[in-house]
């Protein structure tokens, strides 16, 4: 993912950006199913992201976890691919706006200095607001849609975005720490975290990444083309549904997850009708939103 020769950007090459919103995500801790991480790339690829700059990895990561690769250039020249963090920006489709997307790897070292360092281009490009990407092991079960939750750490992005403030207390990673190095640069910050079932967290979960792209859809009111994506979801389900099958108590566990999931659901429904009963103007404005991102053909 992230294997571009390190560099810096210095001002003379700072693109003249509108508005921009800067969306992050991070391979590692925070990237349970690499949902995360893999919503950053399909963003970079669909709306044609162009390369801005590059984090310099000697400060930040340990090589001995975090390896360089050796490739291979017509066959014959080897050469040295570092891994690290890196920025580009794109147009925002039919907004008249741009985007700054930092594509990353957790740092081993010195997280503060790193947070420090995309801040301050942050600052320089002109971002407005930031949006974290993450996702994490849960008791969810693989057949329901992928739970998306939002976390804020101003009251400002609360309101604007439709985030909660979040209750957890316990290890966190590079997802908070930016974030709230963000908040405290007066910059917007929020968070979204999709929820990953735990029972096949080793493989690659196309289906958490969607969730996350619809919410990134949501925030920003633009259309996200998701490409293969969704086929990509299907087949997953299909084939962790085979799986399940084939296994007395693995099937039993992911029924008693189905039927947890469905009692959370039918705690909530009282509130959630109450809301939609008075909020018959917010549901039409959101389904016209909806029909304008996906164009006449929708």
């Known amino acids: 993912m992230t294997d571009r020769e390190p560099s810096t950007t210095g001002g003379d090459s700072v693109p003249d950006l509108v508005e921009p919103v800067l969306i992050a995500a991070f391979e590692g801790w925070n990237d349970a199913g690499e949902a995360a991480s893999t919503a950053l790339e399909h963003l970079e690829l669909s709306w044609d992201a162009e390369p801005l700059t590059s984090i310099d990895p000697e400060e930040y990561y340990d090589f001995q976890v975090t390896r360089p690769h050796v490739k ?151 259309e996200v083309p998701l490409g293969a994506l969704p086929e990509k979801a299907e087949e997953w389900e299909q084939t962790v549904s085979e799986m399940a099958d084939a296994d007395d108590e693995v099937r039993e566990y992911v029924r008693q997850l189905e039927e947890q999931a469905s009692e959370s659901e039918a705690e909530g429904k009282g509130k959630g009708t109450e809301l939609r009963e008075t909020s018959g103007d917010s549901i039409a404005a959101d389904f016209e939103r909806y029909l304008r991102r996906r164009g006449p053909n929708a």
């Not at 974290?132 to 092991?137: K, S």
């Not at 910050?189 to 999709?194: K, L, P």
């Open 72 to 222: 291979l250039a017509d066959g014959v020249t080897r050469r040295i691919e570092w891994q690290t963090t890196r920025l580009s920006w794109a147009a925002l489709p039919g907004t008249g706006r741009h985007v700054v997307l930092v594509n990353g790897i957790e740092p081993n070292l010195r997280w503060r200095t790193f947070c420090a360092e995309i801040v301050g281009h942050a600052e320089r490009l002109g971002v407005t607001k930031v949006i974290t990407l993450g996702a994490l092991l849960t008791e969810v079960p693989h057949t329901r849609p992928t739970p998306v939750n939002g976390t804020a750490w101003d009251l400002e992005s609360l309101e604007e975005m439709g985030t909660e403030p979040s209750s957890y207390e316990g290890p966190t990673g590079i997802v908070a720490v930016f974030q709230q190095a963000c908040v405290q640069a007066g910059i917007p910050a929020v968070s979204y975290w999709a929820e990953v079932p735990h029972y096949v967290s080793q493989a690659q979960v196309p289906k958490a990444a969607v969730a996350l792209l619809h919410r990134i859809e949501e925030a920003l009111d633009v």
